[in-house]
């Protein structure tokens, strides 16, 4: 008997929104902030990982185009990968990431700095995006956030595709900064 499907199951769609929605215009990057708050309120509020493990777009994401790949789930990660040095290293480096993300987007708003209108991969590549952003009502600052953001959505998304290639669909959920967050905080919480 198949399992009813609920509104929840559906959340991948989301991941898909986002990106074609940043694609065309980069302010909606900060809808990404969604994906950013909520775990996190699931944890500080209910001390749980429910948003992991129920309504993660991402990781439902993940998980279809695993089944869509047709061939039975690839190999189990290398352990290290699961671990908690590897998990808490690759928190830092994100959060690190973040951290230049913010404080570049303060060189723009202090006027320091000038818009940079380029998103970039694995936080290495440019790749330029001003077909996504023309200017708005909004300050440069809100923009620069946006070009920021999107970037490390993107790349993280990559990265856990490219975890799937090599391994099986949910790979990525094993190592997410957001996961790892979240659990810490339970931790502490409880």
């Given at each position: 008997?198949?399992?009813?499907?609920?509104?929840?199951?559906?959340?991948?769609?989301w991941s898909?929104?986002?990106?074609?929605?940043?694609?065309?215009?980069?302010?909606?990057?900060?809808?990404?902030?969604?994906?950013?708050?909520?775990?996190?309120?699931?944890?500080?509020?209910?001390?749980?990982?429910?948003?992991?493990?129920?309504?993660?777009?991402?990781?439902?994401?993940?998980?279809?185009?695993?089944?869509?790949?047709?061939?039975?789930?690839?190999?189990?990660?290398?352990?290290?990968?699961?671990?908690?040095?590897?998990?808490?290293?690759?928190?830092?480096?994100?959060?690190?990431?973040?951290?230049?993300?913010?404080?570049?987007?303060?060189?723009?708003?202090?006027?320091?700095?000038?818009?940079?209108?380029?998103?970039?991969?694995?936080?290495?590549?440019?790749?330029?995006?001003?077909?996504?952003?023309?200017?708005?009502?909004?300050?440069?600052?809100?923009?620069?956030?946006s070009f920021?953001?999107?970037?490390?959505?993107?790349?993280?998304?990559?990265?856990?595709?490219?975890?799937?290639?090599?391994?099986?669909?949910?790979?990525?959920?094993?190592?997410?900064?957001?996961?790892?967050?979240?659990?810490?905080?339970?931790?502490?919480?409880?």
């Amino acid at each position: 008997m198949r399992k009813k499907k609920m509104w929840y199951d559906y959340l991948w769609i989301w991941s898909i929104v986002y990106f074609a929605l940043g694609f065309f215009n980069i302010l909606f990057a900060w809808l990404g902030m969604i994906d950013f708050l909520v775990p996190l309120g699931f944890a500080i509020i209910g001390g749980n990982k429910r948003f992991c493990n129920k309504y993660c777009g991402r990781g439902q994401l993940f998980a279809l185009a695993g089944k869509l790949r047709g061939r039975k789930p690839k190999k189990v990660a290398p352990r290290w990968i699961f671990s908690t040095w590897f998990r808490y290293g690759f928190l830092v480096f994100f959060l690190t990431m973040f951290g230049v993300m913010v404080f570049q987007t303060y060189l723009v708003a202090s006027g320091a700095s000038d818009l940079r209108e380029v998103v970039k991969l694995f936080w290495t590549f440019n790749v330029p995006w001003d077909w996504a952003y023309s200017g708005s009502m909004f300050p440069d600052w809100v923009a620069q956030f946006s070009f920021g953001f999107y970037s490390m959505m993107l790349t993280s998304t990559l990265i856990g595709l490219i975890a799937l290639v090599f391994y099986r669909p949910r790979t990525w959920c094993g190592f997410c900064p957001m996961g790892t967050m979240t659990q810490g905080i339970c931790k502490l919480r409880n």
